[in-house]
């Protein structure tokens, strides 16, 4: 799997050490537009971790070797907030000190005027099914709901790549299923590379895409 | 930027004490000057007595903290006994003493509450209901500041280690509310409040703010007889002074050192009696007597805080009244009149306290950011900090103001506001330094991989998070400097004049109205400090419940 087009998320030579130890095995892949690879594996084995290194969060204990490229470009050395990632953990981690627009409008890319980033925000909200919850807390929001925000949130910084960190674990039976789909078929609507972390099995059947396992070295 | 946060922090506090130290050996180390305090007359009666009170309140405040703690357990006592105890933290502890002076001495708001219908007295009897010989007023008001600070500081142990669930697993097996504490978990706390309890021993032997209102005559405890020596024209006696600062430092480590070695004496003890099996039988009627306790400690407390405004306010007040005869409007005006430079005095007080509260939270910040991560860095700085709270404060104070008056500084604004940091630092720290760690760290990367840059990630996320922290460390810091005196008096060179100097003096020259009129502004100050900090923070993100308190 070393196809690495252009609008392709691909790591490379990938390898994590933490005090000399390897995580897991050096880790090559490429993700096309609009597909979700799936990563597996053991707990321990260095998935979030390896999130981490994608977003350019890793803390400085760990050596990284290796890179992360996107549309063609090394992004390894950039700051976070120039990558173009957008992440979504298992909990929807939504400010708590911001209302739901608040939340929606940190996440929107500057540019227009307040009243039309505000109407914007308010726009998709609606289109999300979540019409007139913009001056909501987002702690009075139900587990749907506030997945459905930091969805929306994500998507409103318009990033060039998505990864999710188990985020439909929180979520009860009913939920997930609708969450699971909404946000799948975001990313096919968008052509976003997509780089699925999971355990559960109905991700991976619904992913349908390529599965790779992190192994031990 | 990791660095030099947590530097700047050691230096400021650190710098002043290990130098303070170090001069306070280097000019007190004076054989004769030694042999002159050894043959004062008195001095092991005072040496005695400084020991036996700061020991005995130090005790009884613990056991009474631990079976208030016990007995108050479920979620919303735990909550109300925090809420009953903040006005005595907040007081500082010369006003708790004059307060307390004020209630207790022979012509005290007690006696005239009782008298003449329960006691026939219709002049104050001759006794020494304060400043009595065996310290026991002055044990009384350390017990009053101490158990309330204790329980605060085992409430906030009791949420590090899984206490709920030990307590239930202790009652199941048939042991009463009581002894589960006891033996589940105190011993669990005692080990992590090992600093602050020995600060409070420290601080029990070598204060001079309740000695002075509320200690012993004569002789005075020791730190007192050391005051008024450093406040002697007579060089010869000022060196005195110094050796004895030397002394008090040595029957101080002495002390605590004994006191560390009696607690793992008491701890076998304890696990015999853990293993006893014994189910404890009148648990009721000691549950109640700690709470009879406390409760009387209580009211002394809050007439303690009228006794001062009511004296304060009066004008001639003959004794068995209950209220004075005059107050109002022309004793308002005597008030004014009798304070010198009155209002300086209080606009001293609050701006030294609001440069603390600010650069105590500006400094301790970037330190918090840098070991935000880091749990194992953040004891030990912690620790770091705390040193100078294990110090007796005359100790290193005098050797602080040596420095200060060689650097040409002493009695500037800026040297005490230096001195006020060095003991408000350990509580900022205590408080934003865990706060901040608190935060989940995935908030930070959501903003960035958002698109915004790590210095609006900390302006629009880290820092709104953690406000409400911050606006309690300040209320703190805040507090312990309207509190503080000696190092006030040290590092002002008598030339700086707070409320906590003035009320201080007045205590000690006996003059009690003028030092209610300045302790109304001691207790007044820190109370509105925190009314504020938590109007504010109720205030903020009123209509966000998920904002982290």
């Known amino acids: 799997m070393t196809v690495a087009g252009d609008n392709c998320l691909a790591i490379r030579q990938l390898s994590l050490r933490v005090d000399g130890q390897m995580l897991f095995r050096t880790l090559d892949l490429a993700v096309a537009p609009g597909t979700v690879v799936v990563v597996t594996g053991p707990s321990g084995a260095g998935k979030s971790s390896l999130l981490a290194f994608l977003c350019g969060t890793l803390p400085p204990e760990f050596d990284a070797q290796g890179a992360v490229w996107l549309d063609g470009d090394d992004i390894s050395r950039l700051p976070p907030e120039k990558r173009g990632l957008g992440i979504l953990f298992q909990e929807p981690l939504l400010f708590p000190h911001l209302s739901v627009r608040g939340n929606l409008l940190f996440g929107l890319r500057e540019g227009d005027s307040r009243k039309t980033r505000r109407l914007i925000v308010d726009r998709e909200l609606d289109a999300m099914g979540l019409a007139g919850f913009g001056d909501r807390d987002p702690v009075t929001l139900s587990g749907g709901q506030k997945a459905r925000v930091a969805l929306l949130r994500v998507l409103l910084a318009r990033p060039r790549a998505l990864l999710l960190d188990e985020p439909f674990l929180g979520l009860d039976d009913a939920n997930r299923a609708k969450v699971r789909q909404l946000v799948f078929d975001e990313i096919r609507r968008r052509q976003l590379p997509t780089l699925l972390v999971t355990h559960d099995r109905d991700d991976v059947a619904c992913a349908d895409g390529p599965v790779v396992a992190l192994t031990r070295p | ?549």
């Open chain 2, 1 to 549: 930027m990791r660095r030099p946060g947590i530097l700047i922090l050691l230096l400021v506090s650190g710098v002043p004490t290990v130098a303070g130290l170090v001069a306070a050996l280097w000019f007190g180390l004076d054989a004769a000057a030694f042999l002159r305090v050894l043959n004062t007359p008195g001095v092991g009666l005072s040496i005695a007595s400084s020991v036996w009170t700061g020991v005995s309140a130090t005790l009884l405040s613990l056991m009474l903290a631990h079976v208030v703690l016990a007995v108050a357990n479920t979620g919303n006592w735990r909550r109300r006994l925090t809420a009953l105890s903040l006005p005595f933290l907040a007081m500082p502890h010369l006003a708790t003493g004059i307060g307390v002076a004020l209630v207790l001495a022979p012509s005290g708001l007690l006696l005239r509450l009782l008298s003449p219908w329960a006691t026939g007295f219709t002049e104050p009897p001759d006794w020494f209901s304060v400043h009595d010989p065996y310290g026991l007023s002055l044990i009384a008001g350390l017990m009053l500041k101490e158990t309330a600070f204790l329980v605060l500081v085992l409430s906030a142990a009791q949420s590090q280690a899984p206490t709920g669930r030990l307590l239930l697993q202790a009652r199941s097996l048939g042991y009463g509310r009581l002894k589960s504490w006891l033996v589940a978990v105190a011993p669990l706390l005692q080990q992590q409040i090992g600093l602050p309890l020995a600060a409070v021993l420290v601080f029990g032997i070598t204060n001079v703010e309740m000695a002075i209102p509320l200690g012993p005559g004569l002789p005075p405890t020791f730190s007192v007889l050391l005051w008024s020596w450093f406040v002697d024209a007579d060089p010869q006696v000022h060196a005195q002074a110094w050796a004895g600062s030397l002394l008090l430092l040595l029957v101080t480590a002495l002390t605590v050192l004994a006191a560390s070695r009696l607690a793992s004496g008491v701890g076998s003890l304890w696990r015999r009696w853990a293993e006893s099996g014994s189910r404890l039988r009148r648990e009721r009627s000691l549950r109640g007597a700690a709470c009879t306790i406390m409760g009387g400690m209580w009211i002394l407390g809050i007439l303690a805080l009228v006794a001062i405004l009511l004296r304060a306010a009066a004008g001639p007040w003959r004794f068995p009244q209950v209220l004075p005869s005059s107050t109002g409007a022309d004793s308002f005006a005597a008030w004014s009149a009798a304070l010198p430079g009155g209002s300086n005095v209080a606009g001293t007080t609050v701006v030294l306290a609001l440069a603390t509260a600010v650069a105590g939270a500006l400094l301790v910040l970037p330190a918090a950011e840098a070991l935000r991560g880091d749990a194992n860095g953040r004891r030990k700085l912690g620790t770091c900090l705390f040193l100078p709270l294990l110090l007796p404060q005359i100790t290193f104070l005098f050797g602080v103001q040596v420095l200060l008056v060689s650097a040409g500084i002493d009695g500037t604004f800026a040297a005490v506001l230096w001195s006020h940091l060095i003991f408000a630092l350990p509580y900022v720290w205590g408080v934003i330094g865990p706060a901040r760690a608190a935060i989940d760290p995935r908030y930070a990367a959501v903003g960035r991989t958002l698109g915004a840059g790590p210095v609006r990630v900390w302006m629009t996320v880290t820092a709104p998070l953690t406000l409400r922290s911050m606006l309690l460390a300040m209320a703190l810091a805040f507090s312990v400097s309207v509190a503080l005196y000696l190092p006030t008096l040290f590092a002002g060179a008598g030339r700086v004049a707070t409320a906590a100097t003035e009320a201080a003096a007045s205590a000690g020259s006996g003059t009690l109205r003028l030092a209610a009129m300045h302790s109304v502004w001691l207790a007044v100050f820190p109370l509105l400090a925190f009314a504020a900090a938590y109007a504010a923070s109720a205030a903020v993100f009123r209509h966000r419940r998920g904002v982290p308190r």
